[in-house]
């Protein structure tokens, strides 16, 4: 077991690496550069890389073009040139890759956008309580029907395929007003394709695992991923009850041996999210479809839509269980801050 500092110094050079491969996801990316770029020898890279990413350097290239292919989807561009972008040799070959990916085909994925973008229709659910949303999704998250889970790390577990049997249900919108939200937040530092981490780290520190009530997962995002300079994202804990919390950092201070301090451990802050309106969109597919998703919703839902939106942060609640072996799609509520116009 490496030290934390150690494991600190490690995921910092797998940023890097990471951000090296998003700069062009297309290009050739061997494991000699992308060790380099971490400043280890390859033996070691691969080693490191796959103990702390869940993943091999390959499979993780492979994520990244879908995913920029999924973008790329979304703002209507032609599937054959995708595909070629993407470093394939043939359409073909691409919507294979694609349908394992995401659950459905190129094709199908850029009519679920288009579809997406087009229609601005809701579904209203007047005043509903953040308590009965909450209690809907513990009902749902542990074996349920979604056979949803939520991303623990760093790996591909953030990206696991769909199984679909049978055409995707077009997605919808539910405008929804939901309570004021206490969380314990961890500021997150790298690319989206590391948030994982940052939500290992916040887990592991709180330690989640031994606490249920600190299990309901919240990402929050107070910019757009897509301007330079502009992503401010935190990984976020349901606090749950005073009781549990103040329980986890008992548990905290005394695996430390140190004297029990009031409030959060360093870096982890206490944060409450507003209440108010948001439009919810269930996604069910990997993770690394959430930004694609929220482009189109942002781009073509809201303009439509007959709400704007206002100044706090958006949200993606994981519906996800913590099951690291469940084969399941990812289930995630994606929630837009709006206000009437």
Same mark, same amino acid.
């Given at each position: ?10 995921? =910092?050079?797998?940023?890097?690496? &990471?951000?090296?491969?998003? &700069? ?7 494991? @000699? ?6 400043? #280890? ?47 394939? @040799? ?22 679920? !956008? ?13 005043? =509903? ?24 790390? &760093?790996?591909?577990? =953030? ?5 679909? !049997? ?49 299990? !309901? ?5 107070? =910019? @757009?991923?897509? #301007? ?9 804990? &349901? ?9 986890? #950092? ?92």
């Amino acid at each position: 077991m490496m030290k934390p500092s150690t494991e600190r110094d490690y995921r =910092r050079r797998i940023a890097r690496v &990471v951000e090296a491969i998003l &700069v062009e996801p297309g290009a050739r990316h061997t494991l @000699d550069s992308l060790a380099a770029v971490a400043h #280890m020898s390859p033996y070691h890279f691969h080693r490191i890389y796959r103990a702390l990413m869940g993943e091999s350097v390959g499979d993780t290239v492979k994520r990244l073009r879908l995913a920029e292919a999924a973008q790329r989807l979304t703002d209507a561009a032609q599937v054959t040139a995708v595909a070629h972008d993407a470093g394939y @040799d043939s359409p073909q070959a691409f919507a294979r890759a694609f349908r394992d990916f995401t659950g459905v085909s190129p094709s199908e994925f850029r009519t679920r !956008q288009r579809h997406l973008v087009a229609n601005p229709a809701v579904s209203t659910t007047s005043a =509903r309580t953040l308590r009965t949303a909450q209690a809907r999704i513990a009902q749902r998250g542990d074996g349920d029907g979604d056979g949803a889970r939520i991303h623990d790390g &760093v790996d591909g577990n =953030r990206d696991e395929s769909t199984e679909s !049997q049978s055409p995707p249900a077009l997605p919808s919108v539910e405008v929804t007003e939901l309570a004021p939200l206490d969380v314990l937040c961890l500021r997150h530092d790298g690319p989206i394709a590391t948030i994982g981490q940052t939500f290992h780290t916040l887990m592991t520190t709180l330690r989640c695992d031994e606490n249920p009530l600190l299990q !309901q997962r919240v990402g929050i995002c107070a =910019r @757009d991923p897509s #301007m330079a300079g502009g992503f401010c994202y935190h990984a976020a804990i &349901v606090a749950g009850s005073q009781a549990a919390l103040s329980s986890a #950092m008992e548990r905290l201070d005394e695996a430390a041996q140190r004297p029990r301090v009031a409030g959060p451990p360093p870096g982890i802050e206490p944060l409450r999210l507003e209440g108010g309106l948001y439009a919810v969109h269930r996604l069910v597919g990997p993770y690394a479809l959430i930004s694609p998703t929220f482009r189109a919703l942002y781009s073509g839902w809201l303009p439509r839509s007959g709400y704007r939106r206002d100044q706090r942060p958006g949200l993606e609640l994981y519906r996800s269980t913590p099951d690291r072996s469940a084969q399941h799609p990812c289930v995630t509520d994606l929630l837009i801050p709006i206000c009437e116009n």
